[in-house]
């Protein structure tokens, strides 16, 4: 584990929507335990509460509200009730995602849009809804995106087409903020293990060896390695960066397009 400075974000306010679970919650995680507040947005109340008091349990500082980021109006509520709580917000997280694995012949508008609904609806959603909340200057925004957004994927256009979008969205945002101090960033995880991705896409030793195997550094991620990427983006080491994408993939998004095994 990547060692920090303890208290690095002591009165620091962070609030992630998809941080209830997976890379979300792993984020979430290691800024409590730098000293933030970590306030966490899920859809599943149930989960929201369970991560919730898993880090109170701890002694982390954590609160959190259950909402469905397509819907402006409650993501505008939780910003505002966890501003009106803590005061101007430092750190907004979107890692709220969407994936299924399907052809473009085989796949539902229905389902095509809930992707983009979740990823790139939900990420405006959420940083719109925070701009006046936001501590400026100072604050950072962080969107996760995926090499999807750089490479197609059979079985995956909905995924490149929303992906491709949020980075588009934080760059955008980067130039149009940047003026108020607050700094915007995307961050690229590879195949990271014990995630929600890679059960979906990799279910099966035989898919994830191949995942390996496609991967230069021969081996998935953890969570915990993007954590350490989202403290180091926004530390005060990280302080001149802005509108900039960071993979932290073991050098997957070097090797091409790929296919999918529908039935890996």
Known sequence: ????????????????????????????????????????????EEKMTAAVEALLARGLAASGH???VRQYGAVEEALQQT??????????FAAAAGNFPAPVAGMSANG???????????TFNTYRAAHALLRKPGAVLVSISANHAHQPFALQAHVCAAKAGVE?????????????????????PGPIDDTEGMRRLA??????????EHTPLGRLGTKQEIADLAVF???????????????CDGGSGLTGPRMLDPQP
């Not at 620091?12 to 947005?41: D, M, P, Q």
């Not at 983006?233 to 993979?247: D, E, K, M, V």
Request: aromatic fraction near 8%.
């Open 168 to 188: 588009l969205l934080t760059q955008t945002l980067a130039l149009e903020w940047g003026p108020d101090g607050v700094r915007a960033v995307c961050i690229v």
């Open 233 to 247: 983006l926004c530390s005060p080491a990280a302080a001149y960066i802005t509108g900039a994408t960071f993979r």
């Open 112 to 122: 095509f849009k809930a992707v983009i609904d979740i990823d790139v609806l939900g």
């Open 1 to 44: 584990m990547t060692v920090f400075v303890d208290n690095l974000f002591a009165g620091k306010t962070a609030f992630f929507t998809g941080g209830t679970s997976g890379i979300g919650l792993a984020i979430a995680t290691r800024f409590a335990e730098l000293g933030a507040r970590s306030v966490l947005v899920g859809r599943n």
């Open 83 to 92: 501003h009106a709580e803590h005061g101007p917000i430092d750190f907004v």
């Open 203 to 212: 279910p099966t030793e035989a898919a994830r060896r191949v995942v390996c």
């Open 66 to 68: 259950a909402c469905d």
